[in-house]
């Protein structure tokens, strides 16, 4: 079965776009969860996190805490290429198991793969093509500052911290502009969604 890859900057409106794709009726497969899901307690994958980085990235209640291992891995590219190296193959294997499961249930399910560090982790080459939802650093500068509360340095840094904007771009088969309104972002996802369906359709190979 083949899957399309979802993936934009932070604040692009990305989840936006998978929530519409959602209620067409795409199956979609949420990294960020299968990360939260790999590092749950008793994992194998939290174990390596805490005998690499310390007791000190544990809560009070045995789960992973966020805060605590962000403040070690961010900015630091040795730490966050460790830390990598312990999650990423456990959501490898977390989204291959999604993957066929989904088969099993409904061969002729469209399912997206939404991973904002597609372009960074994963080859394109593995989705039968790639959407990219994009707006510009200012704009998601602003929706950080806006409507996540994030002071304006910090979402400065999150935003810059991540690969530019043509690189994502590049490997895109198709480009949702969410610079502009939620209703104009809908639209465009509207009309990819009528034209991957009637290619399905037609049987028609993905690029």
Do not use: C
Not at 23 to 52: C, K, Y
């Amino acid at each position: 079965m083949d899957v399309i890859g979802l993936t934009g900057g932070i604040a692009a409106g990305k989840s936006a776009v998978a929530a519409r794709f959602a209620e067409h009726g795409a199956r979609i497969i949420d990294a960020d969860a299968l990360a939260r899901e790999a590092v749950e307690p008793g994992t194998p994958a939290l174990a390596a996190i805490v005998e690499r980085f310390g007791p000190g990235v544990l809560g009070a209640d045995g789960a992973l805490d966020r805060a605590a291992l962000g403040a070690i891995v961010f900015g630091d590219g040795r730490q966050r290429l460790a830390l990598n190296a312990i999650v990423h193959p456990a959501v490898r294997d977390a989204y291959a198991r999604r993957v066929a499961a989904i088969e099993a249930e409904d061969p002729a399910a469209i399912i997206i793969y939404d991973v904002p560090l597609l372009v960074e982790v994963r080859a394109a080459s593995e989705f039968s093509s790639v959407i990219v939802v994009d707006a510009p650093a200012a704009t998601r500068i602003e929706r950080l500052v806006a409507l996540r509360g994030m002071e304006r340095p910090a979402a400065e840094a999150r935003v810059a911290a991540q690969i530019p904007d043509a690189e994502r771009r590049a490997l895109a088969d198709h480009v949702i502009d969410a610079s502009g309104t939620l209703e104009r972002t809908i639209e465009q996802v509207d009309a990819l969604w009528e034209s991957i369906v009637a290619e399905r359709a037609a049987g028609i190979p993905r690029p």
